[in-house]
């Protein structure tokens, strides 16, 4: 792990803890870095799962595909 000075905007920092339920700024950085990184797999996901019909289901029909997988 690396040690980094940087300028971090306080009311941004603020909010940001309460949403990622931390209360260092060390622990929020690394959620908030952990939660971009995520996001952007996520969308790499579904950009990729773009046209296998499994994109357009609802909960109910995945709920239903599971239940007959059983």
């Known amino acids: 792990m690396s040690k980094t ?3 971090i905007d ?3 920092l603020e909010e940001a803890k309460k ?3 931390t209360t260092t700024k060390k622990a929020t950085v690394n959620e908030a870095l952990r939660m971009v990184a995520r996001k952007a797999k996520l969308k790499e996901l579904a950009s990729s799962l ?3 019909g499994f994109i357009d289901l609802t909960r109910e029909e995945l709920e239903e ?3 007959n997988r059983l």
């Open 19 to 21: 949403v990622t339920g």
């Open 50 to 52: 773009q046209g296998t």
């Open 10 to 12: 306080d009311k941004l």
């Open 5 to 7: 000075t940087v300028d």
């Open 65 to 67: 595909m599971r239940r």
